[in-house]
């Protein structure tokens, strides 16, 4: 099925050029397309993709066969857009199996080339290709970098350090093996709101879950939370939600005054700005009201994105789409519901002409592919495509 909408169609460049230079089109079948004032590629994400590219395009140019130059490896996603990571793996770089042992480094030989991605890897495997002798294409963005810094002032500090991500996210991953003390993650206000009645020492309900199974996997081996949950720093995940981190943050910080323990807590700013601008954007948008429907585009795997959709749930139509594609017609919507690990079809999604949609896209989300969903919904409005 011929899902993009042909970018030569007489209204597309005007389209377009109004999009960019004003942030929103009209068009004359009633659809007014409001964008939000940052979206699209951060400069962390631009920088690793343009490297990444660059190494792929040097290794060619050596001019020798495949099988006589290095390999090129990458331990994982470079971003999380699909797209992306294939346009990557056709000029010939190789995604290193994933788990969190250094096993999966074991195909990596001195020769070889390989890229760490933005969000970077952990001291672990840093140590290990270190070890190996490879050539490492580092793009760790240097937000994170800082946040690096600010556990190791925890540590140094001798305070615990908490982290406001996903414990299955690989920024979270490296981040929490920089942690030189005790360290432990936290993904939500629930996962807080346990963290904070261990720290009161508050009596456990007797079918409640325990610490030990809240927190499994969560935290630093040998985790004890009498004696580590006293001083406590926070950090956060760089694409979680600002509002969110802060609200834990208040969480722990009243936790720990209250704690019978003479306790203290901290937190850094490690909030990335380009994150933050592009949270601000959604909620000004939103803010703006009027919207029939807001459709935010990028990677279904990108945390970034789906936190960008998470502001518009509950108050208006809101959808996390992956692509033009997942415009599958005018009645059916590809996307991934809220809070959701799998993609649904969702029928009806197309509010009737005259309408006002808001779109954003996450920052790992290409420009091409941003241009192309809109050009896609503008054209499913007009009726020119199926
Ligand atoms: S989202 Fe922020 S921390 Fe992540 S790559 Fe972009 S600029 Fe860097």
């Known amino acids: 099925m011929e899902t993009q909408a042909p970018r030569r169609s007489p209204w597309a460049a005007q389209a377009l050029l109004a999009l960019d ?118 793009t760790t963005c240097g937000w994170v970098r800082r946040i690096w810094q600010a556990v190791r002032t925890f540590s140094e500090d001798g305070l615990t350090t908490v982290i406001h991500g996903k414990v299955e996210h690989e920024e979270t991953r490296a981040t929490a093996s920089r942690v030189a003390g005790a360290f432990v993650i936290v993904r939500n206000l629930t996962e807080t709101q346990a963290l904070a009645a261990a720290i009161r020492r508050a009596p456990l309900s007797p079918d409640g879950p325990r610490f030990a199974d809240t927190f499994s996997g969560k935290c630093s081996p040998g985790f004890d939370p009498e004696h580590d949950l006293v001083r406590l720093g926070l950090v956060n995940q760089t694409t979680m939600l600002s509002s969110e981190t802060e609200a834990i943050g208040e969480i722990l910080r009243r936790a720990v005054d209250a704690s019978p323990a003479e306790g203290h807590f901290r937190m850094l700013d490690t909030l990335c700005p380009a994150t933050q601008k592009r ?23 990108s945390s970034n994105t789906a936190h960008l959709a998470g502001l518009g749930v509950g108050r208006v139509p809101t959808y996390h789409v992956e692509d033009a594609a997942c415009l599958v017609s005018r009645d059916e919507i590809r996307h991934l519901p809220p809070g959701g690990h799998e993609a649904a079809v969702s029928r009806g999604w197309m509010p009737p002409a005259p309408c006002t949609v808001g779109v954003s896209a996450g920052a790992s989300t290409p420009q091409s592919e941003i241009e192309g969903f809109w050009l896609r919904l503008i054209a499913l409005y007009r009726g020119e495509v199926p």
């Open 21 to 138: 230079r004003e942030g929103r089109y009209r068009d004359t079948c009633g659809l007014d397309l409001r964008l939000t004032r940052a979206f699209g590629f951060c400069q962390g994400v631009q920088v690793a993709v343009a490297r990444a590219t660059r190494a792929a395009e040097e290794l060619a140019a050596l001019g020798k066969p495949a099988s006589e130059r290095p390999r090129l490896f990458m331990t994982g996603e470079i971003i999380h857009n699909p797209r992306t990571n294939e346009r990557l793996a056709e000029a010939g770089v190789t995604i290193l199996p994933q788990g969190n042992g250094l096993g999966r480094l074991a195909v990596v030989r001195p020769h070889d080339w390989v890229i760490a991605p933005a969000f970077g890897i952990t001291a672990a495997e840093e140590a290990e290709l270190e070890r190996i002798g490879c050539r490492v294409i580092d």
């Open 279 to 301: 949270q601000d954007a959604v909620r000004e948008l939103l803010a703006g009201g009027a919207l029939d429907a807001f459709i935010v585009v990028g990677g279904f795997r």
